[in-house]
């Protein structure tokens, strides 16, 4: 769900580790989410990408046993903060799915 125009979502600072890689990419790039809100999220990156760039992401998360789970998302680059290799990545979510340690798959 993406919010209404006009209507900003609110952003939750959360340091969570992440992967994310273009649609189909071989290799997953390792990462820090800094924010992160019901229709986006701000990360570390250490490559630029262009505006509309489609991305690949998983959130790393813990479930209430401490086991490793995850969300898969579909996401679109919508704008990049800072230097290349020392800058922010801002995407937003078009589609997730969640995925307990039985179906983690980084394929």
Excluded: H
Excluded at 21 to 47: D, H, K, M, Q
Excluded at 48 to 62: D, K, M, Q, S, Y
Excluded at 66 to 82: D, F, I, P
């Amino acid at each position: 769900m993406t919010p209404a125009s006009g209507d900003r979502a609110i952003r939750f600072a959360m340091m969570l580790p992440m992967r994310y890689r273009c649609p189909g990419g071989a290799a997953w790039i390792p990462g820090y989410t800094v924010n992160l809100s019901r229709s986006g999220v701000l990360f570390e990156s250490e490559s630029a990408l262009t505006p509309g760039t489609g991305l690949e992401i998983v959130l790393e998360l813990r479930d209430e046993n401490r086991e490793l789970a995850a969300v898969r998302c579909s996401a679109t680059v919508v704008r990049q903060e800072g230097k290349a290799e020392e800058g922010r990545l801002a995407a937003r979510f078009f589609d997730y799915r969640m995925m307990t340690r039985k179906n983690l798959d980084f394929d």
